[in-house]
């Protein structure tokens, strides 16, 4: 629970601090998580999560392309308002949800689960294996995961936190043998501030028999 409560008080504080377009992460378009959504092949009507999506633009670009079942969850109520008020009437609808996703139960299950540097800070790797168990119980067999952290040569830290960078072989490592790494990109991510940070991406399938 202390960690929670840690964790919570570190992003709480990072979103009440900064504009939502100062945050090192911050991305006017996120093309590449688009780009790896389209090529689910799943139409408009797929349960869509961005795990940790923070202010993410990315719900505004999924409601601008149809989708009608996005749901953004993150530990930090302060990114989820800064979204909602960007979004105005249009944040109607989505399903916004202030937890942490280590502690999470979920209600209901997703077709496309979409985390952008959020897997990267679970340094633990009891932290890794919590989130597989959510990720689990979240994602409906078949479905398909999209995971973005830093990758082996990028930054070591992220948010004034250490991380864990992985290639997209060592993610597909830690969901372990229930997912099917389907495709890899990265991405040389440049910050608000200049820096470029390199990412890999994985999306990977849930296998239907686990
Ligand atoms: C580096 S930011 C990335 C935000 C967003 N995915 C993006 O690409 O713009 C990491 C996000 O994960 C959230 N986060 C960190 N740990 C979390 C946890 N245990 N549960 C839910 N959200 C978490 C933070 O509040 C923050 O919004």
Redesign the pocket.
């Known amino acids: 629970m202390t960690e929670?409560i840690d964790?919570k008080a570190h992003?709480q504080g990072?979103?009440e601090r900064k504009y939502e377009d100062e945050?090192?992460?911050?991305?006017a378009r996120?093309a590449l998580s688009l780009q790896l959504i389209a090529n689910t092949g799943l139409g408009r009507d797929a349960a869509i999560i961005?795990?940790?999506?923070?202010?993410?633009v990315?719900v505004d670009y999924l409601l601008d392309s149809g989708h009608a079942d996005v749901t953004v969850?993150?530990?930090?109520s302060a990114?989820l308002e800064k979204a909602r008020a960007r979004l105005g009437e249009r944040a109607a609808h989505v399903q916004w949800i202030t937890?942490?996703?280590?502690n999470?139960q979920p209600p209901r299950q997703y077709d496309i689960w979409h985390?952008?540097?959020?897997f990267h800070?679970l340094t633990a790797s009891a932290d890794r294996q919590r989130y597989v168990e959510v990720l689990k119980r979240a994602l409906k067999p078949g479905g398909h995961v999209i995971i973005?952290t830093f990758a082996p040569d990028g930054p070591e830290k992220?948010?004034g936190l250490p991380v864990q960078r992985h290639s997209p072989e060592s993610i597909a490592a830690e969901l372990g043998d229930g997912f099917e790494l389907v495709e890899a990109a990265d991405e040389h991510h440049i910050t608000p501030a200049g820096k470029v940070q390199h990412f890999n991406y994985a999306r990977l399938r849930r296998r239907e028999n686990t």
């Open positions: 929670t964790r992003w990072v979103y945050v090192s992460w911050y991305q996120p961005d795990a940790g999506g923070g202010a993410s990315l969850l993150d530990i930090a990114a937890a942490d996703l280590l999470w985390d952008r540097a959020v800070f973005a992220c948010s």
